[in-house]
T-cell receptor, first 116, second 114 residues
Framework: DGGITQSPKYLFRKEGQNVTLSCEQNLNHDAMYWYRQDPGQGLRLIYYSQIVNDFQKGDIAEGYSVSREKKESFPLTVTSAQKNPTAFYLCASSTLPGQGKGNEQFFGPGTRLTVL | GENVEQHPSTLSVQEGDSAVIKCTYS??????FPWYKQELGKGPQLIIDIRSNVGEKKDQRIAVTLNKTAKHFSLHITETQPEDSAVYFCAASNEKSSASKIIFGSGTRLSIRP
């Protein structure tokens, strides 16, 4: 069963703590993405990666960090420097842009992070 | 950079009526326009997409139209049903550019009244 998974579904964090959100895909996609979604708003790009061991900042990277040690995995760490981390976080993957195969992104089910 | 505007932000229609959501984009190099549906508490899912070499595409009750000159594209849902209630996002990107990212609209919350 091919797809993209995120864990956990719900996450609670105390202020001042770092927390890591998991994202795994078995679609053999080269590109992976992290988005943040706030209530009633669209998707804002945090980080993306097109190849192992390389990643790029998106529009709202401050207070977040990522790694891409394996093609299948793209974990996101929400650090204590992120001033307003409570949000719904979505991970996505796709084939590489620029290959004319379509930029369709496949999304995971999301992780809802709440800072207590 | 590319900007995608989406209207309306909320839409309520009677069951069985049609719903139309409109988007405009700014980058004339954009050539791929997907539409995503997001149900409550879930990730968005692609429902239909259109490329710049066609003006219209239909899949059962869903259709998309594209006006490249005006940089407009729209989603049309006919004979709406309760399960159509969700948030819909339009998006735009350039498939031929390796540096291109998908830019999403701000979303439309569609409610179907019974």
């Amino acid at each position: 069963d091919g797809g993209i998974t995120q864990s956990p579904k719900y996450l609670f964090r105390k202020e001042g703590q770092n927390v890591t959100l998991s994202c795994e895909q078995n679609l053999n996609h080269d590109a992976m993405y992290w988005y943040r979604q706030d209530p009633g708003q669209g998707l804002r790009l945090i980080y993306y990666s097109q190849i192992v061991n390389d990643f790029q900042k998106g529009d709202i990277a401050e207070g977040y960090s990522v790694s891409r040690e394996k093609k299948e995995s793209f974990p996101l760490t929400v650090t204590s420097a992120q001033k307003n981390p409570t949000a719904f976080y979505l991970c996505a993957s796709s084939t590489l842009p620029g290959q004319g195969k379509g930029n369709e992104q496949f999304f995971g089910p999301g992780t809802r992070l709440t800072v207590l | 950079g590319e900007n995608v505007e989406q209207h309306p932000s909320t839409l309520s229609v009677q069951e069985g009526d049609s719903a139309v959501i409109k988007c405009t984009y700014s980058d004339s190099a954009s050539n791929y326009f997907p539409w995503y549906k997001q149900e409550l508490g879930k990730g968005p899912q692609l429902i239909i997409d259109i490329r710049s070499n066609v003006g219209e595409k239909k899949d059962q009750r869903i259709a998309v139209t594209l006006n490249k000159t005006a940089k407009h594209f729209s989603l049309h849902i006919t004979e709406t049903q309760p399960e159509d209630s969700a948030v819909y996002f339009c998006a735009a990107s350039n498939e031929k550019s390796s540096a291109s990212k998908i830019i999403f609209g701000s979303g439309t919350r569609l409610s179907i009244r019974p």
